[in-house]
């Protein structure tokens, strides 16, 4: 109560914070009469005049008013857009390392250009995150033109291609008109960079999986302004991104298990909790499976991978549906995204949960891989120097992003006063009321003509929704994540607005383009041009002016009677767990000042209601006594409970990404510990004097440990050590120093250590300085990351059952951290004493083999992306990348004959494999 009245005496922390920047607005504002009068050549010169007064010492905040005032006139010159002061303010907001909330069609994309060409100043890149290819693409070839004329360059990755804004070329493919193909790299070295935050990310791990410096395309994580921020850095944030190898397990073990579960009857052999997305056996279930199993106790040691197997082929059967949680095309299982409503192909759901859809879908089951790297967003975009986004709906998350990110949120204000009119939730009793409802509220929008978009949190429900309105007779547009629409997206989305109009969407998050009342005409004169069987790229300036004009007219004229008819009315068939994403929903309806509605109609039976605040609102309905059939209740008590329950879910799901975050930075923490030592070798080509420093200590350490202080030299263990000398050094104690036993531990290390040291020598002779340099490279960097695998696994194991310690009183973070910490130490021993074993025991033939036959990598067969399981630490795997072919020169090495790189193994099982 107290901070409500204070914040009315001295305003929020919000509006004290633009209060503060609005001298710098005026700033920018007052520069802009003398930049108008600046040529073309001179706006572009004061690019080169910025860096200038960078290198003498002036700071970007420095230069930040002039910046902005040029970036704002190159804007109007190239795009016809001119910044608003509300989009300065934006501005500024991203420069500073804020989160900017900005309304749907208060021009986020326009924002972004201004601290990009501010930080890109520095030379150390800027990287701009959207979350899909499409937007990407757009964005650059929309932008570009700006930076451009200001002579900076502009780079864009996408999914298998990455590309330079060059208004002078003349792509091929139209879609990708004024984009030069180039390489990863190239685009990397541009001093801005468009992509996904899949690419950004699959590049980084992808770099630290390299052998040669040169091949790295990542120059490091400067400044990034993340797009759709609340759906890349909370939605995704439970999403870890693997690349992965494939693994030698058996699927037969998902189709027993799937069997199993079709025979177990639900409420008696198991029980489902839906709030905590877990199904748990019973006693008799357990009985059962046994018995179906064929397999005795199904808790012993040995059956605890079938009794994994029976649980996630009842968690796919009751907790994850078809056309809700994933499609079926062409034989597959494609993960359906929640929050946006678009398929993803190539994503996997792991710990066996896509297995067990596939068992239950019959479509072919995908072998399960073992992780080869991972990073989950969160500590992807930590890694910035500076990190920064825009969104439509970011306060409701505004103590999360502060909490894991550091990052504050700022509430931009509209251009235009907001005059949409939110109407109170209408609940119904049941779905069926509830729908006859939404579609006799569809058939008086579109009667009177008015514009609608209905949003639904499923295909299913879109479909059967679609279906009763052909009945009707009304003709409408579908969005989802189907692949005949979804290529039609931007299309459908830019006509929702023109009178008459109908659209069902999924959900709208991440649409990215803007609904304009009455239409939108450049996409209008597109589909005139297309009609004609004119290529809108390729056509004239006149074909293309009378176009647009033809489109202009008609939408112009839509625009005032659906203005006439109150603008765009948004309806949601179903509350979403986040506020935040019935709040995307409804901010399509009245951007930048037009009218609009919005309202949303729910039963008992939805998920959400039945699941969270089912026994409150059905207390209200049951107050009310006999509700007539049909008859919605519309009460503030009611949207409050809703709200209620909506806020509970969403401080439950924030627990689970914080907590999934305290386990992923022990990872993190020794993640960036094998990187930087991967660095370090393919940075410093000379390793010599680490190696043998390296085994030096290792021959101290053998020493201490076979032949100890703690005991008397009678008890010396001098067999463990001439076993332990033959198997890393492939040393001969016998024959090299035959009174070994005669002699003390330091009288045994100066004779044994000179002798390594020649014996390293030799090799380094016959091979010459330069080859045996990348053999110690090549070796090391194979070591490192075969060690990295397999404590990936592990890590894995133990994170999987680290939770059981919580039974015997004992923190299980506390636990993982420790046991991952000695698991990591005993990694690192393994990875020295590998390499000296390798390096000493390496076989140096008289014809040395070509560079090129040396450089086979160690390469994954598939890669995967992934997505958010049932567990708080869940993840997801994906799809094969196309093998590359490795083309060699020089005689051809038989795969059982000894590996070149002298590790004594057959060709075939080392550098041979892949």
Known sequence: MWSKILAKI??????????????IVEKINALEPEVEKLTNEQLRAKTDEFKMRLADGETLDDLLPEAFAVVREASRRTTGMRHFDVQLIGGIVLHQGKIAEMKTGEGKTLVATLPLYLNALTGKGCHLVTVNDYLAKRDT????????????????????????????????????????????????LADITYGTNNEFGFDYLRDNMKYDLSECVQRGHYYAIVDEVDSILI?????????????????????????????????????????????ALTESGIEKAERLFGCGNLY?????????????????????????????????????????????????????????IEAKEGVRIQAENQTLATITFQNYFRMYEKLAGMTGTAETEAEEFMKIYNLDVVVIPTHKPMIRVDHPDLVFRTAEEKWNAVIEEIKECYQRGQPVLVGTVSIENSEMLSRRLKKLGIPHNVLNAKPENAEREAEIVAQAGRKGAVTIATNMAGRGTDILLGGNPEFLAKEFLKKQEINPEEATPEQWRAAYEKAKAITEKEHEEVVRLGGLHIIGTERHEARRIDN????????QGDPGSSRFYLSLEDDLM??????????????????PYGEPIESKMVTRAIERAQKAVEAHNFAIRKHLLEYDDVMNKQRETIYGLRRQLLEETDQRDYILSLAEDLLEDLLQQYLSDEVSPSEWDFNGLKIELRHIYGFDLEAEVPDYEQLGREELKELIWPKLKAKYEEKEVLLGR?????YERIIMLNIVDAQWKDHLLVLDHLKEGIGLRGYAQRDPLVEYKKEAFALFEAMLDRIDRETIRFLWNLQVTAEAAPRERLERRRRPQRVQYVHASVSATASARGEPEKPRTIRHEGPKIGPNDPCPCGSGRKYKKCHGVG
């Open 10 to 23: 001295i305003g929020t922390a919000n509006e004290r914070y633009l209060k503060k920047i609005r001298p």
């Open 141 to 188: 070839v929309w932008m570009g033109p700006i930076y451009h004329l200001l002579g900076l360059t502009v780079g864009v990755i996408q999914h298998e291609a990455s590309f330079l804004y060059d208004p002078t070329y003349k792509n091929p493919d139209p879609r990708l008109a004024r984009l030069r193909p180039c390489t990863r790299k190239e685009a990397y």
């Open 235 to 279: 939605d995704e944030a439970r999403t870890p991104l693997i690349i992965s190898g494939p693994s030698e397990e058996t699927v037969q073990k998902y189709y027993d298990a799937d069997a199993v579960a079709r025979r177990l009857v639900k409420g008696v052999d198991y029980e489902v909790d839906e709030k905590a997305r877990t199904v």
């Open 300 to 356: 012993a040691p040995e059956n605890m991978d079938l009794l994994h197997c029976l649980t996630q082929a009842l968690v796919a059967h009751n907790l994850y549906k078809r056309d809700y949680h994933y499609i079926v095309k062409d034989g597959e299982v494609i993960i359906v995204d929640e929050f946006t409503g678009r398929q993803m192909p190539g994503r996997r759901w792991s710990d066996g949960l896509h297995q067990a």
């Open 584 to 591: 995307q929903l409804r901010g399509r309806s009245g951007r």
């Open 610 to 627: 039945r699941i969270f605040a089912g026994p409150r609102v059905k207390a209200i309905m049951d107050r009310l006594g006999g509700w």
């Open 770 to 774: 330069e080859a045996m340099r990348y």
